[in-house]
């Protein structure tokens, strides 16, 4: 794996979310087996998911046991902004590559999202995948006099 191809799968996850493609954004990430999950902890909510019910959930809504997914691709995303720390940066062995950064989210009215990124990629029968996707919204402290 190289760091292009890396690359290209970070731009391949922004045109699924852009294109609300939740099928081909959940074929970018590796779930794994029980014992070796996707660990994915999204952006606007608060709960970790394993398991490619529990990804599609987030980004589409609507299951039960979701019950504060409202859908991250309903957000009519129009453009992602990555701007990483120092990477991708390849992992100790060579087996798979990291990212952590912000990036910066704009919906059709131009309202910017902030949030902080780590992922992790490797590759498995030729495909880049995520292995793990932790974001959260940018902490920004308050301002006092």
Same mark, same amino acid.
């Given at each position: 794996m190289t760091k292009a191809e890396v690359v290209a799968a970070q731009r391949a996850w922004v045109k699924c979310l852009i294109d609300c493609d939740v099928d081909g954004l959940l074929d970018l990430y590796d779930f794994g087996t029980p014992d070796e999950p996707l660990l994915f902890k999204p952006t606007l909510a608060d709960v970790i998911r394993l398991d490619r019910e529990g990804?599609?959930? $987030? @980004?589409?809504g609507g =299951?039960?046991? $979701?019950?504060? =997914?409202?859908? %991250?691709?309903?957000?009519?995303?129009?453009?992602? =902004? %990555?701007?990483?720390?120092?990477g991708p940066v390849i992992v100790a062995g060579g087996l798979g590559y990291m990212d952590m950064g912000q990036y910066t989210? @704009?919906?059709?009215?131009?309202s910017a999202t902030h949030a902080d990124y780590t992922f992790v990629y490797h590759k498995l029968d030729g495909c880049v995948l995520i292995s793990l996707h932790h974001s959260s919204l940018t902490w920004t402290p308050s301002v006092t006099d």
């Open positions: 990804a599609r959930s $987030y @980004f589409v =299951d039960p046991h $979701y019950p504060n =997914d409202h859908g %991250f691709l309903s957000r009519g995303w129009i453009r992602v =902004d %990555f701007q990483s720390a120092a989210l @704009f919906d059709g009215e131009s």
